[in-house]
Structure formats: structure tokens, C-alpha cells
């Protein structure tokens, strides 16, 4: 694949209508299914190492783009993780995947989050990839440190500047290939890419968490700035399971292999707890 490519080899891509307009995804593979998604202001190019890795395993991979992310349509007011999670299910419903595993990196974990409670008769299983477990007082700070600013400057800086600010910010095992790509992605997205942060903050996963009767693998990635977060989900739900990882916010696109391994690990534990009539009966006894 060249560096500059938005699109993988071998994969399959679709719209379905969902809450405000066509859901986009990208799929990969035949098997159970497994639905990606992705961090703001990413889409679903964010998994380009793990989609093909993820169906060499056996499994059925797809992500979607989020509303206002890649090529989705963007929602019409204010965009929420509630909506967002919405416009996954639809894509559940739309291809009859159902009983999925669901895995959220960042900003993606809380929405993977928010259509396990929501819909547990959809999802089987669910890994949450350092999920931001925010107190209220951290999610203003949050939503107050957003920036949404969207000149575009007519000699191209606005590229070398974001360049700057990503290499800045963003996790150092980032190669220059996800660091372009990032950029690419970004400017694509237009006024919503800050909009899908802004999203993550405004939402409080706590009631939600106490709603989720699938399978849950916490994973952590320890030089991830939100490491200690996921110590905090599992010391609130100490049945779920728990995963660390030796990197940060960069394993998924830099070390696929290490990310999957203890996903994969979680999925075939679990096995016998992703199917249907399983998955339907638990659900209507809760």
C-alpha cells in the first residue's frame, strides 16, 4: 500500500442510511463480525493496519465513518455520542450483523460504550481503547482547551502548521505516513472535524457503563495519556476484563500485531456468548 492511500486493497466499501443522511464504511474479511471505530478527528482510514490483520483472523471487519468524519454525511446540528452511536446501529441493522464485537479507540471507545448499553441486543462484546472516563470538572477543561479554528491559508501552511501540532501532541511512535494521513483527514472532515471532540467531552459515560451486560475487555495503553483512566473503568466494573498495553495512542497504528493480540484473545473466551439467540436471551432478562 503506498503511503498516501485512503483506500485497502481487497476491501469492500458501502453507504446506509442512518440518522442524518449516508453512513460510509469500509470492509474487510468473512466471519463473525467485528465493527471499528474510529477516534476524532480520524475516520475509518485510522484502522488501515488493523482491518486486514483483524480479517486474516477469520473475522468479518467494518468501519464505519462517523457523521461528519470521512465520507458520512455530517449531522445537522450539533453532533453527540449518542447520535453517533445511533449512526453505527444503523449500519447493524442495514447489513443484519448483529451480534457484533465492538471495539472504540479514544473518543470511538465511549460511542462503542454508548451502543453497548443501548443496544444490547446488537452487541456481543465490546473492547474499549483507552475510553476517556472524564469527571465533570475534566470534561469542561476539556470542551474549554478546543480550538475551532478552520483558516485555511493561501500559501498551504495550514499543513506544516498542523504538521507541527500533531508532532507536538501526538504519540512520538507516530510514523510520517499516519502523521500524513491524519492531516489529510483532517482538513477533509471540514468544520466538523473539531466538532467530534467536542462530542467526547459533553458526554457522561457513567450511566451507560451500569447499562452494559456484554462481555468488556478495558485495554490501557501505558504511555497513553489516558492510561490511568482505564484502571479507574475497571476498579468501577472489576468483572470486566483488563488488558495493558507497552505503547500509547500509537498501537493500533503502528503495532497492530500487539494491539490485536489480547483482543483476539478476549474474542475467543467469549466465543460461546456471540451468537443471536445468546446474545437476545440475555438481553430480554436483564
Same mark, same amino acid.
Given at each position: 500500500? =503506498?503511503?498516501?492511500a485512503?483506500?485497502l486493497?481487497?476491501?469492500r ?6 440518522p442524518?443522511?449516508?453512513v460510509h464504511?469500509r470492509?474487510?474479511g468473512t466471519g463473525?463480525p ?10 475509518s482510514?485510522q484502522? %488501515? !493496519? ?7 483472523k477469520?473475522? %468479518? ?9 470521512? *465520507? ?6 450539533d453532533?453527540?455520542?449518542?447520535l ?5 446501529a444503523?449500519i447493524? #441493522?442495514?447489513?443484519?450483523?448483529n451480534p ?6 479514544h ?5 462503542a ?5 443501548? !443496544?444490547? $441486543?446488537?452487541v456481543g462484546?465490546?473492547?474499549t481503547d #483507552? *475510553?476517556?472516563?472524564? #469527571? ?10 478546543l480550538?475551532?479554528?478552520?483558516e485555511?491559508?493561501?500559501? /498551504?501552511s495550514?499543513?506544516?502548521? %498542523? ?12 510514523? $510520517?505516513e499516519?502523521?500524513?494521513? /491524519? =492531516?489529510? @483527514?483532517?482538513f ?12 467526547a467531552?459533553a ?20 504511555t497513553? %495519556?489516558?492510561?490511568? *483512566?482505564?484502571?479507574?473503568i475497571?476498579?468501577r466494573k ?6 495493558e498495553?507497552?505503547? /500509547?495512542?500509537?498501537m ?11 483482543? =483476539? ?5 467469549h466465543a460461546?456468548?456471540? @451468537? ?5 436471551d ?5
Amino acid at each position: 500500500m =503506498l503511503p498516501s492511500a485512503t483506500s485497502l486493497p481487497g476491501e469492500r466499501r458501502g453507504y446506509v442510511d442512518g440518522p442524518c443522511g449516508q453512513v460510509h464504511y469500509r470492509e474487510q474479511g468473512t466471519g463473525q463480525p467485528i465493527i471499528l471505530i474510529h477516534q476524532a478527528p480520524w475516520s475509518s482510514i485510522q484502522y %488501515r !493496519h488493523a482491518i486486514p490483520l483483524l480479517a486474516a483472523k477469520g473475522y %468479518r471487519v467494518i468501519a464505519p465513518d462517523l457523521p461528519g468524519h470521512g *465520507m458520512s454525511n455530517p449531522p445537522s446540528g450539533d453532533p453527540s455520542v449518542e447520535l453517533y452511536a445511533e449512526a453505527v446501529a444503523a449500519i447493524i #441493522n442495514a447489513l443484519d450483523l448483529n451480534p457484533v464485537v465492538v471495539i472504540g479507540h479514544h473518543g470511538g471507545a465511549l460511542v462503542a460504550a454508548r451502543l453497548a448499553a443501548e !443496544h444490547a $441486543d446488537k452487541v456481543g462484546a465490546l473492547v474499549t481503547d #483507552n *475510553m476517556p472516563y472524564y #469527571n465533570a470538572a475534566q470534561r469542561i477543561e476539556r470542551l474549554t482547551q478546543l480550538s475551532d479554528v478552520q483558516e485555511i491559508k493561501p500559501d /498551504g501552511s495550514h499543513f506544516t502548521d %498542523r504538521w507541527e501540532v500533531v508532532r507536538r501532541i501526538a504519540d512520538p511512535e507516530w510514523s $510520517d505516513e499516519t502523521v500524513h494521513l /491524519g =492531516l489529510v @483527514t483532517y482538513f477533509a472532515n471540514g468544520p466538523w472535524k473539531e466538532h467530534g471532540h467536542r462530542a467526547a467531552p459533553a458526554y457522561d459515560p457513567q450511566l451507560d457503563l451500569d447499562r452494559i451486560i456484554c462481555p468488556v475487555l478495558v485495554i490501557s495503553s501505558v504511555t497513553d %495519556r489516558l492510561f490511568p *483512566m482505564g484502571q479507574m473503568i475497571v476498579a468501577r466494573k472489576p468483572d470486566w476484563d483488563y488488558a495493558e498495553l507497552p505503547g /500509547g495512542a500509537g498501537m493500533v497504528f503502528e503495532r497492530s500485531s500487539e494491539w490485536a493480540a489480547p483482543i =483476539l484473545g478476549f474474542i475467543a473466551s467469549h466465543a460461546g456468548h456471540l @451468537t443471536r439467540e445468546v446474545v437476545a436471551d440475555v438481553s430480554q432478562h436483564e
